[in-house]
């Protein structure tokens, strides 16, 4: 039966990719996608884990090719000198006008926001360096800590979600220190430090850039919806950093309020809404059990959650200069800021491939007015994944001289040299997939 489901959701999906084909989207192909992803949810499930994940890997590849397919092929109306409007797919308005761009101005602007970038990159790789301080653990920054960053910017390239960037610097960090207990630690509070400095930058910058929402709403035919939409946003992301910020300041406060929680969510969840509570109270425990590793130190988790807001904020600010690069003028960069900071998380959530055609399709929609057109929406939106990769791919350089007799300067666990003796023994190179399950064994055990 899984099989058979499957297969009735790669059939949809098939008329999906000819709707997406033919530059038609619409009722038919948003009916297409919802019951393709019905029937693949239903299937998969069905399906024994190691299969799973090769088929959730062939998925998502074929939805990223799909979804770029649909975005490229889209038809949008071009306005000629003599004031005519013609229909062109996307791919044709992007190269029209990409002859238009100046090479100086291109490449002038496009260095800038690599080097943006690469300031939030050393901002990042600051901010776990302080969490593993937190920890007892210390290597040298630059020579370990960063260029671990910069091997886990490369191999996350290559790989599903963030797992390579986290999964790599988790590892250098248990190997060379071999406490794993800790380091898992400081991961674990690292990812929740993280999406608290995209909510906060998000808040901050909404105020600043509220003129986005107004024209998302009004091209959407709905511009009433501005205020209550402006305020989905702040009850989001503003509860979620304050939560945050609260949590690593008072953890008392939330560990109080999750007793609560749990009897009043013990009570009204049933059902599968009692899997939902579940996987949101597992989450505020490991949130409360990781700051409870690092009680006394609030100055050193408020540096780091800086470090991290800087690190978001560095990327949203990319997508004003990749405008500049190809020639946009009139552009506000507040507006271009805020806008990018929803992109930012709506492309970390979508089920693409490094969010490609997400990260586009989210620019053209939110951005549009600011850049003067979709193409040019489009063309800034992926020259900042560009520039991004650009600015940290040489990290495969590092990547080749972590040899297997390779080790940091010094490093020390609560000021103590270790002496690396288990290396060898126990240690069998970087597995994503074996980092991922002692990290689950460790949260299960805490």
Request: glycine share 12%; proline share 4%; no cysteine.
């Amino acid at each position: 039966m899984p099989w058979i489901l499957l297969l009735l959701s790669a059939g949809a999906f098939g008329v999906l990719g000819w709707r997406a084909w033919d530059g038609h989207l619409g009722l038919a192909a948003l009916g297409a996608l919802l019951v393709s992803g019905g029937l693949y949810f239903a299937g998969r499930r069905g399906i024994e884990p190691q299969v799973r994940k090769r088929i959730d890997m062939l998925a998502k590849v074929l939805f990223t090719v799909v979804g770029m397919m649909a975005l490229l092929r889209h038809p949008i109306a071009i306005e000629a000198a003599d004031g005519t409007k013609t229909d062109l797919p996307l791919y044709e308005a992007i190269s029209a006008y990409i002859t238009e761009v100046d090479p100086r101005t291109f490449v002038m602007f496009a260095l800038v926001a690599m080097a943006v970038k690469f300031i939030g990159v050393i901002s990042s790789a600051y901010a776990w360096h302080l969490l593993l301080v937190g920890q007892g653990i210390r290597y040298p920054f630059w020579s370990k800590i960063f260029t671990a960053f910069l091997i886990g910017r490369f191999i996350g390239t290559f790989m599903p979600s963030t797992i390579g960037l986290d999964g790599y610097t988790l590892y250098e960090a248990g190997r060379y220190s071999n406490e794993w207990t800790r380091a898992i630690t400081a991961k674990t509070l690292e990812k929740f430090i993280g999406i608290t400095g995209l909510f906060l930058g998000m808040v901050l910058t909404m105020p600043f850039g509220y003129s986005v929402i107004v024209e998302v709403t009004t091209k959407l035919e709905v511009p009433d919806a501005a205020p209550m939409l402006a305020g989905a946003i702040l009850a989001v992301a503003g509860g979620v950093s304050a939560v945050v910020v609260v949590g690593l300041v008072w953890p008392v406060v939330i560990q109080s309020l999750m007793g609560v929680a749990k009897r009043i969510l013990g009570v009204l969840m049933v059902g599968p809404l009692a899997k939902i509570s579940d996987k949101v109270l597992g989450l505020a425990d490991n949130f409360t059990n990781a700051v409870g590793a690092y009680h006394g130190k609030v100055g050193l988790l408020m540096a780091a959650l800086l470090s991290k807001f800087v690190t978001h904020f560095t990327t949203f600010v990319v997508y004003y200069f990749t405008g500049l690069a190809i020639g946009v003028v009139g552009m506000h960069f507040w507006p271009v800021v805020f806008g990018s900071s929803i992109q930012v998380l709506a492309t970390l959530l979508s089920p693409t491939i490094a969010g490609e055609g997400a990260r586009e399709a989210f620019q053209a929609l939110l951005l549009s007015n600011q850049y003067g057109g979709v193409a040019q929406a489009v063309l800034a939106g992926a020259l900042g994944f560009i520039a991004a990769e650009a600015a940290t791919l040489w990290g495969g350089v590092f990547l080749w001289t972590r040899t297997p007799g390779w080790r940091p300067a010094f490093a020390t666990v609560d000021d103590v040299q270790v002496d690396y003796s288990w290396i060898g023994e126990d240690d069998a190179g970087f597995d994503a997939e074996a980092i991922q399950q002692r990290t689950r064994e460790a949260r299960q055990s805490s």
